[in-house]
């Protein structure tokens, strides 16, 4: 089974400043990665996914993911962080089941913090 | 187009009761996945429905069961309802449920609390 590990639980940022969040995976095939960002009190919202087509995938919002296989690596980055950013984001990898059909497997997220 | 919407939004149940959620995709979808989210584990996957059948299901006890209708409506069910069963419940919505090419659509959510 495919795994994420989240690198914190909560990254605290001002606003303006560099927003870095972490994600490795663990996959025995090449993988297909998501972000996904909850706001409070709401669903999850796709923020970017990687298929292979590129290893810089660009996404909602201006958030941006490289795909790095040498270090099994999918961070999210925003070169500016905004008040409105602030909620919690997941990386989620694709894992096949017996069945053959895919799920996603989620990491325990992170809660971004953005202060003025 | 309305989105996913899951009904109640809250709930509070006692240990040994039992419990329904309420699901109804996204007009036209007909892949229904249900995760359940706590602050410790973060979201877990329950189940998968597709046209009615169970297509794929996580490593939940017996407890946690769920049903799918004709018009894609989604249910789940929890039985004999213990404290750990506290969590907010997502549902998520897709054409076919292939997740490697589809958007998933996710609910809001029922927060149930178990006392």
């Known amino acids: 089974a495919q795994s994420v590990t989240q690198l914190g639980s909560h990254v605290s940022v001002s606003e303006g400043a560099l927003v870095l969040l972490r994600c490795n995976y663990s996959?025995?095939?090449?993988?297909?990665l998501f972000w996904y960002v909850q706001y409070p009190n709401q669903g999850l919202q796709l923020l970017l996914k990687y298929t292979s087509a590129a290893t810089l995938v660009k996404g909602i919002n201006g958030f941006e993911a490289e795909f790095k296989k040498s270090e099994t690596s999918f961070h999210l980055t925003k070169p500016s962080a905004h008040m409105s950013d602030a909620a919690e984001y997941f990386c989620?990898?694709?894992?096949?089941?017996?069945?053959?059909?895919?799920?996603?497997?989620f990491g325990k997220g992170t809660m971004l913090l953005v202060s003025p | 187009k309305a989105g996913v919407t899951q009904t109640p939004r809250y709930l509070i149940k006692t240990r040994g009761q039992q419990v329904t959620l309420s699901c109804s995709p996204i007009?036209?979808?007909?892949?229904v996945s249900w995760y359940q989210q706590t602050p410790g584990q973060g979201l877990q996957f329950l189940f998968e429905y597709f046209s009615e059948t169970q297509r794929n299901k996580g490593n939940f006890p017996g407890r946690f069961s769920g049903r799918q209708f004709s018009n894609s409506r989604s249910e789940m069910n929890v039985s004999t309802l213990e404290l750990g069963d506290s969590a907010l419940y997502l549902c998520a919505s897709s054409p076919v449920g292939r997740v490697t090419d589809e958007k998933l659509f996710f609910g809001s959510g029922t927060q149930l609390s178990v006392l």
């Open positions: 989620a990898v694709s894992d096949t089941s017996v069945s053959g059909y895919s799920t996603l497997t």
């Open positions: 007009s036209g979808h007909r892949s």
């Open positions: 996959s025995s095939v090449p993988p297909y």
